[in-house]
């Protein structure tokens, strides 16, 4: 029976069983040892009273368990997602006080859970509102900037600074973009949308997207992995974020080093490696990489923002999965992505 699952009620029914049982048969076996008499009367008046004792134990015992398995019941329909879920505790007594309590907590609970949807729903109405009101104004300069570049034409100067405030627009929209990416990561507004994706044909995607820059810059980039390797995943948000760190190893790699993209999959873990031959980065700065805005004092970019490889972070673990970096000065930088694949038991 279920009640004697319970190691504590079972022994302490073999306890009482065992005292009961001693009381009943000892005084008997006494009187027949010393007056050589045995009441078969007595004896039956004396287990009488013992199996009520046991009946009622037992009775406690089953109505206990009942009705700790209704409340178990009840807090497992409140976890499985019914908020309005509450355990009975109208009556007296210490169990119904402790009932009580948990219909306290899940109130309180309930109470923060819609706190919290109040204040994403409003990160997210702002978020939205900031990126209007910085998008339009921006979209404007460009418009401009693009105005002013066709009048120079005879104008050296004035074409040169009109190129330089072009390239000041675009890192402050990509600084915005970064910066309402993260945002929004972080207020839980952006829902992460999984399909099952090839991780090759991502990886592809990727190499099209660097194939103009690294011939400019006479770098090259190299993918290595199975042509099948099937993801869940969000394509677009993780090919974001493999693109910030493949963009990282180019703004640190010079003329004629190479970039490597290389992943593979195993029964349980989708790995993606990203690694490159170039100045690498120095141990100080190794523990603050993935922190916003961070600039090492011993890095030569003077252009980056320092938001690429946080987002990136930020997005790999939106997918529970996990970025690690190794890196050494002059020899070159991995980075090594994982994520585990679930499996059934």
């Known amino acids: 029976m279920k009640i004697f699952v319970n190691r504590t009620i079972k022994y302490f029914f073999i306890s009482v069983a065992g005292m009961l049982g001693a009381s009943v048969f000892l005084p008997q076996l006494a009187a027949r040892f010393l007056y050589g008499d045995f009441s078969l009367m007595l004896l039956f008046c004396s287990l009488l009273p013992a199996a009520g004792i046991l009946a009622a134990c037992f009775l406690y015992f089953y109505r206990q368990n009942e009705i700790m398995e209704t409340a178990a019941a009840q807090m497992e329909s409140y976890l499985d997602g019914d908020t309005d879920a509450r355990i009975d505790c109208e009556k007296e007594g210490e169990l119904y006080r402790l009932f009580h309590t948990v219909n306290t907590l899940a109130a309180v609970l309930n109470a923060h859970a ?94 099209l997207h660097f194939a103009y820059r690294a011939r400019t810059e006479q770098k090259e980039m190299k993918l290595s992995g199975p042509d099948q390797a099937p993801f869940l995943c969000d394509r677009d948000w993780l090919m974001e974020a493999v693109d910030n760190i493949v963009k990282n190893a180019f703004d640190h790699t010079e003329p004629g080093d190479t970039v490597s993209v290389e992943w593979s999959k195993s029964g349980s873990v989708v790995q993606i ?69 679930p499996t059934k038991l």
């Open 114 to 207: 819609a706190d919290e949807l109040r204040e994403k729903e409003f990160l997210k109405n702002t978020i939205s509102d900031i990126s209007h009101q910085l998008k339009t104004p921006l979209a404007a300069l460009n418009i401009y900037n693009g105005l002013l570049q066709n009048e120079a034409q005879g104008l050296p100067a004035v074409k040169e600074f009109a190129e330089l405030s072009e390239q000041e627009l675009d890192r402050i929209e990509t600084l915005v973009q970064n910066l309402l990416k993260i945002a929004k990561l972080d207020a839980g507004v952006i829902a992460i949308e999984k399909g099952m994706e090839n991780v090759a044909d991502m990886m592809r995607d990727i190499e």
């Open 273 to 341: 490696v990203i690694t490159d031959n170039g100045n690498g980065i120095h141990p100080e700065d190794l523990y603050h990489i993935f922190k916003r805005f961070y600039r090492s004092r011993f890095s030569k970019d003077t252009h980056g923002l320092g938001l690429g490889l946080p987002l990136a972070k930020a997005i790999i673990e939106a997918h529970k999965g996990t970025i690690e970096v190794s890196s050494e000065p002059g020899i070159g930088t991995a980075f090594v992505i994982n994520f585990l694949i």
